[in-house]
């Protein structure tokens, strides 16, 4: 779903699925460029070894994705991984703007999540982030208020979301953050 080919510029920011990151990395080969992106210093060391495990190139960076330390336009896709439930409202709003700054104009912005669980799943799940992001629209919300154009989910399988949005070439809309982005 991601649309990686080779010679692309990828970013992971999210740094908790490592063979993605690898298989990521692996699709844009050696005329591309892959960098993932983690506040976590062990989850991107993590990340970097399962890449060259699989014989991926990819750069890590320690950073919270709402202070991207990346140049303006620098990628022609980035992929979001299970980071916007787990962060607060206001750095998600950041983190999507971040996002689309370091985007090329026309870029996509792919957010993979896992899946709200529903029944007594939903009572025992760890580490699902705020209740709150889901009912306030999740994803597409954020995406929406950080400046992205036609974003839609693409689909919902296998315990995950995905969620796509394309960086238009014009200024994002200055929105303050809506009290519902929660």
Not at 11 to 40: F, H, N, Q, W, Y
Not at 81 to 103: G, Y
Request: with cysteine; hydrophobic share 45%; net charge neutral.
């Amino acid at each position: 779903m991601t649309g990686v080919k080779l010679g692309n510029r990828v970013l992971v920011i999210g740094c908790s699925d490592g063979p993605l990151i690898a298989g990521l990395a692996a699709k844009s080969g050696l005329t591309g460029r892959a960098v993932a992106v983690d506040e976590s210093q062990a989850r991107t060391a993590e990340a970097e070894r399962v890449a060259q495990r699989e014989g991926a190139l990819i750069e890590t960076i320690a950073a919270p994705p709402s202070m991207l330390p990346l140049d303006d336009n620098a990628f022609d896709i980035v992929v979001v991984r299970d980071v916007l439930p787990a962060i607060e409202p206001e750095a998600r709003i950041r983190t999507a703007q971040e996002t689309w700054r370091v985007l090329r104009p026309g870029g996509r912005c792919l957010v993979i999540e896992s899946a709200a669980r529903g029944g007594l799943g939903a009572m025992f799940a760890r580490g699902g982030g705020d209740a709150r992001y889901a009912a306030a629209g999740g994803a597409a919300h954020v995406l929406e208020a950080g400046g992205f154009l036609a974003v839609r989910t693409l689909a919902e399988s296998g315990g995950l979301t995905f969620v796509e949005a394309v960086k238009a070439n014009r200024s994002p809309r200055a929105r303050e953050m809506p009290a519902s982005v929660d």
